[in-house]
């Protein structure tokens, strides 16, 4: 059995990382990207703690996945909402678990057809190490590796809590 | 071979795989292709209005009946959803139904494309067409005689949720030409599976086509009894082409029983909404004052009917990919 680490430990070590990244980068207006559902969770938690007055958007990133040709459209999708101006803005791109990094490419190109940032900085909760595209976080909290046929899944929003299931597909 | 419209338009998980008529569709997939629609509304604003959903595909406009509006939103939706378009305007000629349908349809599978989207004057043409394509290859509805406008229906009804929320609270009036009108069949149909309430249906006599009481409509001869206290009205274009004798006393008659004008359309809601699928005959079944007010959502209708075409076909491409696996598992 894996042992799953709490949430809230690790989101507080992401804190401190994240601003002291943004610090060292003379970031002063960043702007958050939370990817559904579970990205929005961290991505509001950071926040909050990080940079409350920045602004905060979401993803959902259906539109943009390369597997519409395996699986469609997802039963539901939520609409993308960025309240700001992506044009020469530094990106905190947010997500629960990074596993293979098909996500976050979707999520990149679905952000460069809003506007051309002028960074865009990774972070994400957990990586399983699965990679199958050069993507890799800036901000972890945690590295983990799974048995073959399991996933992990980030419940919430409150409490966040991360749980073991068998994978689907 | 011949399957009721609203099972050959499901694969077999009730995916929407042809759009062929709102009859027999669920109120959760209704739900689900407006909830999908306002995520494409949203594409719609950006620097970038294109997702790269349907890239490699290839989607057929076949009009054979004129139409803009439709046939270039039509156009708009596949070409934002990064596919291929070719556009067929195809004058129906003297030949028989079924073969010209049929000839156009396997020179068009002959180039190998992914979705028809289908405009004809006789009803249920799209369906003959969906029965007999390609397993894979998925058909949209854009108006088949007065038969059903599925796309309109659900523009109409993202519209309406947009701008005035749950249908289960509303009282919308469909007024005019109802005889001829596949807009005001597709209407109805949404309206009731999406639950609302009262839905009234207001014509002249002659206007209104046979069995309309199965609907579960209330029928008003008299637009100023029908209007009063609605939230919507949407108004129908008076299809002079298609009118008969006998049927219209004349235009003027009907603009002075049945247009829409600023006295007539106080007898609604104050802030009652103000739809038409258009193209709108001013003068003839709406004011100008009326149709360029505060009230008149007529161009917002256009924006979303990009939006739920987006929805309608990438759903539709979803449904045929889970056929297509569903079909190669069996195997």
């Not at chain 1, 395996?70 to 020469?88: A, I, K, N, Y």
């Not at chain 2, 008969?244 to 029983?257: M, N, T």
């Not at chain 2, 600023?262 to 709406?286: C, F, Q, S, W, Y």
């Not at chain 2, 209708?301 to 569903?326: D, E």
């Amino acid at each position: 059995m894996t042992a799953l680490p709490e949430v809230g430990p690790l989101l507080q070590q992401m804190a401190d990382q994240l601003s002291r990244y943004l610090k060292e980068r003379q970031i002063e207006d960043p702007a958050f990207v939370g990817i559904h559902t579970g990205g929005v969770w961290i991505a509001e938690a950071l926040h909050q703690q990080v940079a409350p007055e920045a602004p905060m958007g979401t993803l959902d990133i259906a539109f943009y996945r390369d597997d519409f040709e395996q699986h469609g459209l997802p039963q539901r999708v939520r609409p993308s909402e960025l309240p700001f101006t992506v044009d020469g803005r530094h990106l905190i791109l947010v997500d629960d678990v990074l596993m293979t990094g098909r996500t976050i490419r979707a999520a990149l190109n679905e952000l460069f057809d809003y506007g051309r940032p002028a960074s865009v900085t990774l972070v994400t909760l957990l990586d399983i190490e699965a990679r199958q595209l050069p993507v890799r976080a800036d901000i972890l909290g945690a590295s983990l590796a799974l048995p073959p046929g399991q996933r992990v899944k980030l419940t919430g929003p409150s409490p966040l809590q991360l749980t073991l299931n068998a994978a689907t597909n | 071979m011949s399957q009721t419209p609203h099972h050959l338009q499901l694969n077999h998980q009730g995916q929407l795989r042809h759009f062929l008529t709102i009859e027999g569709l669920s109120r959760e997939l209704l739900t689900e292709l407006l909830d999908t629609a306002d995520s494409f509304l949203e594409v719609g604003e950006r620097a970038v209005k294109k997702v790269p959903l349907l890239r490699g595909k290839t989607v057929c406009n076949v009009f054979f009946e004129n139409s803009t509006r439709t046939r270039t939103t039509f156009e708009l939706a596949a070409k934002r959803l990064s596919a291929d378009v070719l556009n067929l305007n195809i004058s129906t000629s003297s030949t028989s139904k079924g073969e010209t349908l049929y000839d156009t349809l396997q020179n068009l599978e002959a180039m190998a494309a992914d979705m028809f989207v289908v405009r004809h004057g006789d009803s249920g043409a799209a369906h003959f067409i969906a029965e007999r394509v390609c397993p894979d290859v998925a058909v949209i509805n854009a108006g088949d005689g007065n038969h059903a406008h599925p796309t309109q229906a659900m523009l109409d009804m993202l519209t309406i949720r947009r701008h005035r929320g749950d249908f289960e609270k509303l009282s919308v009036a469909i007024v005019g030409d109802i005889l001829h009108s596949r807009v005001a069949r597709s209407n109805m149909q949404a309206l009731k599976t999406l639950g609302c309430p009262d839905i009234r249906v207001i014509a002249p006599r002659t206007l209104l086509p046979e069995g309309i009481d199965q609907y579960g409509v209330r029928v008003f001869n008299d637009l100023r009894v029908g209007l009063r206290d609605v939230d919507v009205v949407i108004m129908l274009r008076l299809q002079k082409e298609r009118m008969q004798s006998g049927l219209l006393p004349s235009e003027g008659e009907f603009y002075k029983l049945y247009g829409l004008t600023r006295e007539t359309l106080a007898l609604a809601k104050p802030d009652a909404l103000v739809m038409h699928p258009g193209p709108i005959n001013r003068g003839v079944e709406i004011e100008s004052e009326v149709a360029d007010g505060p009230q008149s959502v007529i161009l917002k209708q256009v924006t979303y009917g990009i939006a739920v075409r987006m929805a309608v076909m990438s759903m539709a491409m979803t449904g045929q990919t889970t056929q297509r696996q569903l079909t190669q598992e069996a195997n």
